[in-house]
């Protein structure tokens, strides 16, 4: 049942159609965390009534759920509830509007589009531009998408509510909950080992593996471990300065920019593929 939902959670984002406010990621965990205790100040007993205490409820609802009717209510509700909490804004899509931005040759587009969906300031003529958007976007696939598809087919909707809630307090400003921020180091280390494999199964396997060489089981900068390794793993190589490959007017630049973008898309696509396989065998053996 919970390769049907996860496949129809990824099919619905695809869509671009006028999804309620309520279902856009940005808004999502943010209200249910301001609705949950607010006044609380000790970071473990905020952790437990703002996390933790609604990751139980949500595993036991649809435990229960899922014995009646055959399953069909923990399959509908399911869908919504895996959709809110991911988001409806698919990381696929943006990146496909972006890239159809600088094939349009509009610079101009193409940098308040990275802006608004990734948070990617500059000019795209600037020295890193490409591979910051690089890291953002493959950083923001792995710690959104790919590791709350490793919770939920693994352990299910608790699981999942439970990753997604706590990276949101985590990721708060100053204000944010140490103790979630250590969950957080926590909860991502394992997929985010399990994506540096699938990355170098859907990329060039050898320089995955020199790029994170000595630092797979390190405990801290799983982000910037990851990162490393989806760069090493696309087939145009990157540098700060995109030298020789790149043309001397802007059009050249933008271009050869946006084909390094079409090799993370490429790249994205096969870890997916990847990640699937890997869920649809968990299925099997756990089933």
């Not at 996860?6 to 999502?28: C, E, G, I, Q």
């Not at 931005?101 to 990617?120: H, P």
């Not at 003529?125 to 690089?134: F, H, K, M, P, R």
């Not at 050898?206 to 471990?225: C, L």
Request: with cysteine.
């Amino acid at each position: 049942m919970k390769l049907i939902v996860l496949l129809v959670v990824l099919a619905l984002r695809r869509l671009d159609v006028n999804w309620p406010t309520w279902m856009h990621h940005d808004s999502a965990s943010g209200q249910l965390n301001a609705s949950l205790t607010p006044s609380v100040s000790a970071d473990g007993l905020a952790w437990i009534l703002k996390i933790l205490l609604p990751a139980v409820l949500v595993g036991v609802a649809f435990y229960f759920l899922q014995h009646i009717l055959w399953g069909l209510p923990a399959v509908a509700l399911g869908v919504i509830v895996l959709l809110w909490l991911l988001g409806v804004d698919s990381e696929f899509r943006q990146l496909d509007e972006l890239i159809v931005r600088g094939r349009m040759n509009d610079k101009e587009e193409f940098s308040a589009l990275a802006q608004e969906k990734f948070g990617v300031e500059g000019d795209p003529e600037d020295d890193g531009y490409y591979l910051s958007l690089c890291q953002t976007i493959s950083h923001r696939e792995a710690v959104t998408l790919f590791s709350s598809l490793f919770f939920f087919i693994t352990l299910g909707y608790g699981a999942v509510l439970l990753y997604v809630l706590n990276r949101w307090l985590a990721a708060r400003d100053e204000s944010g909950c140490e103790w979630a921020r250590v969950c957080d180091a926590a909860f991502y280390w394992l997929p985010s080992r399990l994506l540096i494999l699938a990355v170098a199964l859907g990329g060039d396997f050898r320089r995955v593996m020199e790029a994170v060489d000595g630092r797979m089981w390190s405990w801290d900068k799983s982000q910037e471990i990851f990162e490393d390794a989806a760069i090493a793993a696309l087939e145009t190589e990157l540098d700060a300065e995109f030298d020789g490959r790149f043309g001397n007017d802007e059009s050249g630049n933008l271009l050869a920019g946006v084909e390094v973008l079409e090799g993370l898309q490429s790249l994205l696509l096969r870890v997916l593929a990847i990640w699937l396989i890997f869920a649809a065998i968990w299925v099997v053996l756990a089933g």
